[in-house]
C-alpha cells in the first residue's frame, strides 16, 4: 500500500514539474481562496495575496499571448454589465454600489481561472 502511494506522490511530482507559471499562480490563487492561510496566521495578511495572484496571473497570460476571451466570458462581463447598470438604476443606489466591486472581482477570477485550467 505504502509503493501504491509512494508512486502516485512521485508521478504527481513530474507532473507538476511541467507546468508553467501560470498554473501555478491559479494553483496558488485556488488555496489562498479556500483555505485562507492569511486568515488563520494573521503575520501573512499584510499582502494582499489573492489579488497578487490574479493579477500576476493576467499579466503572465497577456505576456504569453494566451488571454483569449471566449463567448462565455462575453456573457460574464455581459452579466457583470448588467449588475452595475441595475445597481445605478436602483431604488437605493448607495446600498447596491456597497459591495459591487465583488461582482468585478467574479468576472475576472473567472476569466483568470479558465485560462489557466
Known amino acids: 500500500m505504502f509503493s501504491a502511494v ?3 506522490i ?19 490563487f485556488v488555496v489562498l ?5 492569511q486568515v ?12 497578487i495572484t490574479i ?9 504569453n499571448s494566451r488571454l ?7 456573457l460574464v462581463f455581459l452579466f457583470t454589465a448588467w449588475v452595475f447598470l441595475s ?5 437605493y443606489p448607495e446600498t447596491s454600489f456597497r459591495q459591487i466591486s465583488v461582482r468585478l472581482i467574479f468576472a475576472i477570477e473567472v476569466l483568470f481561472l479558465s485560462k489557466c485550467v
Open 6 to 8: 509512494r508512486d502516485d
Open 10 to 28: 512521485r508521478t504527481l511530482r513530474q507532473e507538476l514539474k511541467g507546468q508553467d507559471l501560470i498554473f501555478y499562480l491559479g494553483l496558488g
Open 33 to 37: 481562496y479556500y483555505l485562507r492561510p
Open 40 to 51: 488563520i496566521i494573521s503575520g501573512l495578511d499584510i499582502i494582499p495575496w489573492l489579488q
Open 55 to 63: 493579477l500576476g496571473g493576467l499579466v503572465a497570460m497577456v505576456v
Open 68 to 74: 483569449k476571451l471566449t463567448g462565455t466570458h462575453f
Open 87 to 91: 445597481a445605478q438604476n436602483s431604488l
